[in-house]
């Protein structure tokens, strides 16, 4: 039986338009507390809000966006995205105080909410069923792609061009992509007057899709684990005199996901998410307990070989599977809740594993992560994991 086609010129598109959303969010990321300190002579305190405000603003861009996407449209909701974003990144040019700047990182990070939900949703829409992990493993390379890619690239603008060319280049990728998409064929949904009844007054299933929740809250789980890295690598790397080669960490993390992603996409589909998923929750603990214990460069750039085959393995995945569980018609409101829980999980992680810092060390801090993930195996089975079973199981019981 031959299998449906996946690399479709739509599919490309998206994927190439989500490759340069991600892109630009991490090329401002990573610049825009130097903006702040150097231009407003911000605390680092405030620097870091100016940072973190955003993510806020993205949760909450996401939160509207999963309950109206399929009412407004998926490639409208895509344009609005796209368009909000560009215009809140050429507004860092005319800020003039840190109020404006907090105002304007915020509305940014909400544009960005927008415009990734609708990317995810017409991606899971484009990807055939039969091919589903494989799929969503491909689309996903293209944020693992932009982290890696840009936050080298941004602190090397930063340090011999100046913060305003870093806003220069975002704005030409996102009108690059802002033109790109005219030319994506969007699939349409038909709705029944029943479920757009369904869709009017206020209700929590109208921001959430209930299906998706308890593999969400494992995606809260997994961001959690990854801000660990995300915020306190580069100062562990410091204190253990590893920073030279710790700038080669995400490198590897992402060769790694780049070899992986084509086998463990086709395994999900084959062999059903329990097959991938318990051993990604397991190296992903794993890469926590040898970065906890790294003392060498070869111990740290292991670490993040087993990052990337653990934790970008159940990055896709858990997204994949957030769309299997949910009735076609709400699938914008499933990738929605996915990525609400997990950026929340990423978005909360800094303030709270920061206690943990304080307490016990970054070494404690790795320890206390691996312990974590490692109990997520059975949060896994508990939520999601026993009701899923063996795909190759299921095809050889009898009827």
């Known amino acids: 039986m031959t299998k449906p086609k996946l690399w479709t010129k739509d599919f490309f598109i998206v994927s190439t338009a989500n490759f340069f959303l991600y892109f630009t969010f991490y090329l401002l990321m990573v610049t825009i507390t130097n903006f702040a300190s150097e231009k407003f002579h911000a605390t680092p305190s405030a620097a870091g809000l100016a940072s973190g405000i955003f993510v806020i603003g993205m949760l909450i861009g996401r939160l509207f966006t999963g309950r109206s996407i399929d009412k407004t449209g998926w490639k409208k ?22 109020t404006t700047l907090l105002i304007n ?7 960005m909410g927008i415009a990734s939900t609708a990317t995810g949703t017409i991606a899971a829409k484009i990807i055939p069923n039969e091919r589903r992990g494989e799929g969503t493993g491909y689309y996903a390379l293209s944020v693992v792609l932009a982290a ?8 090397f603008l930063s ?24 030319f994506l064929n969007v699939p349409t949904i038909q709705f029944t007057k029943e479920q757009l009844e369904e869709m009017k007054g206020f209700s929590l299933d109208h921001f959430f899709e209930v299906k998706a929740i308890p593999i969400s809250i494992m995606g809260a789980f997994i961001g ?15 204190e253990i005199d590893l920073v030279g080669v710790g700038s080669f960490f995400f490198i590897v993390y992402a060769v790694l996901v780049l070899v992986s992603r084509p086998f463990t996409g086709r395994w999900f589909d084959v062999r059903g998410e329990n097959f991938v998923m318990y051993p990604s929750f397991f190296v992903f603990a794993l890469a926590l307990f040898v970065l906890s214990q790294a003392q060498h460069g070869f111990t740290l750039l292991l670490a993040g070989a087993f990052v990337g085959l653990g934790y970008g393995t159940l990055t896709s995945s858990g997204q994949a599977i957030s769309i299997k569980v949910s009735p076609k018609e709400r699938m914008g409101l499933a990738t929605s809740t996915w990525f609400i829980f997990f950026d929340g999980g990423m978005g909360i992680g800094p303030s709270i594993l920061g206690f943990i810092v304080l307490l016990l060390g970054y070494r404690g801090l790795y320890m206390t992560m691996a312990i974590v993930l490692f109990a997520c195996l059975f949060f896994y089975y508990l939520l999601h994991g026993r009701k899923a079973g063996n795909k190759i199981q299921q095809m050889v019981q009898p009827s």
């Open 105 to 111: 990182r915020f509305l940014n990070g909400a544009a």
């Open 159 to 182: 340090q011999y061009t100046g913060v305003s060319i870093n806003f220069v280049l975002c704005i030409l990728l996102l009108a690059f992509s802002l033109i790109a998409i005219f």
């Open 148 to 155: 890696a890619i840009g936050p080298f690239l941004a602190m």
């Open 77 to 98: 909701t895509l344009y609005i995205g796209f368009i909000f974003f560009l215009i809140t990144t050429g507004l860092y040019f005319f800020v003039n105080n840190m």
């Open 224 to 238: 959690l684990g990854y801000s660990s890295i995300l915020t306190f690598l580069s100062s562990y790397t410091n």
